[in-house]
């Protein structure tokens, strides 16, 4: 079975501080994939980034960075520089890959809540 | 046009009523999705369609009716809900089922009194 965790229940940093939110996963498959969203107050869930479990070079995007440690089984995001409006909740989330069929459906942590105060 | 609207986003209900939840996708996308989003729970997978039909079913009460007419639209019927269906209902629309990134739309907050 698929498992994500995100232990970071609720976070708050001082703006322009960096933050780094935790997501650590359980399968048992050697192909998956995993997703990072962000859930602003308006409820929509926004897509960050994907990142398959072959390719553990880290990622970063602007203020965003990705690490990826499939030793430990995780993938962690960090905010750097942060803004209020950084302000969200973040849910990471895994995906099993199955050939002949893409991927199967997502499995989400249950969130962090981000706040970052002015 | 954004990517995947969803109406309405905000419902109250009694439990004896009849009402839908509309989601459509501008993406040309032909996989859509219903999730619930209970507060401190991880996000629940309802119904998944694929080219219009219905590939998944994750166990849910029969209360919930999704319809698919077609790849761009997605309705959730409810009827008799119950107070803890009261949640955030998220629809979200993939090139194919699971083959690629899932675009979510903004919700329907739904409370039944």
């Known amino acids: 079975a698929q498992k994500v965790t995100q232990a970071q229940t609720e976070i708050s940093v001082v703006e322009k501080e960096d933050v780094t939110l935790d997501c650590v996963y359980e399968?048992?498959?050697?192909?998956?994939?995993l997703f990072w969203y962000k859930q602003p107050p308006s409820g929509e869930l926004v897509f960050l980034i994907r990142?398959?479990?072959?390719?553990?070079q880290n990622e970063i995007s602007g203020r965003y960075s990705w690490n990826f440690q499939k030793s430990t089984s995780s993938f962690n995001f960090t905010i750097t520089a942060s803004q209020v409006v950084d302000s969200a909740v973040y849910f990471c989330?895994?995906?099993?890959?199955?050939?002949?069929?893409?991927?199967?459906?997502?499995?989400f942590g249950t969130g962090t809540r981000l706040t970052i105060i002015p | 046009e954004t990517g995947v609207t969803q109406t309405p986003r905000h419902l109250v209900m009694g439990m004896t009523n009849k009402k839908s939840l509309k989601c459509e996708q501008h993406?040309?996308?032909?996989?859509m999705y219903w999730y619930k989003q209970s507060a401190k729970k991880p996000l629940e997978l309802m119904f998944v369609?694929?080219?219009?039909?219905?590939?998944e079913n994750n166990s849910v009460p029969s209360r919930f009716s999704p319809e698919c007419p077609n790849s761009s639209h997605l309705f959730l019927h409810l009827h008799t809900l119950q107070p803890e269906d009261s949640a955030l209902y998220l629809c979200?629309?993939?090139?194919?089922?699971?083959?690629?990134?899932?675009?979510f739309g903004p919700g329907t907050r739904l409370t039944v009194l």
């Open positions: 979200a629309s993939s090139q194919e089922q699971g083959v690629d990134t899932q675009y």
């Open positions: 399968t048992r498959d050697t192909t998956y994939y």
């Open positions: 990142r398959n479990s072959f390719d553990e």
């Open positions: 989330a895994l995906s099993r890959w199955i050939s002949n069929f893409g991927n199967e459906k997502l499995t």
């Open positions: 993406l040309g996308h032909n996989a």
């Open positions: 369609y694929n080219f219009k039909e219905q590939t």
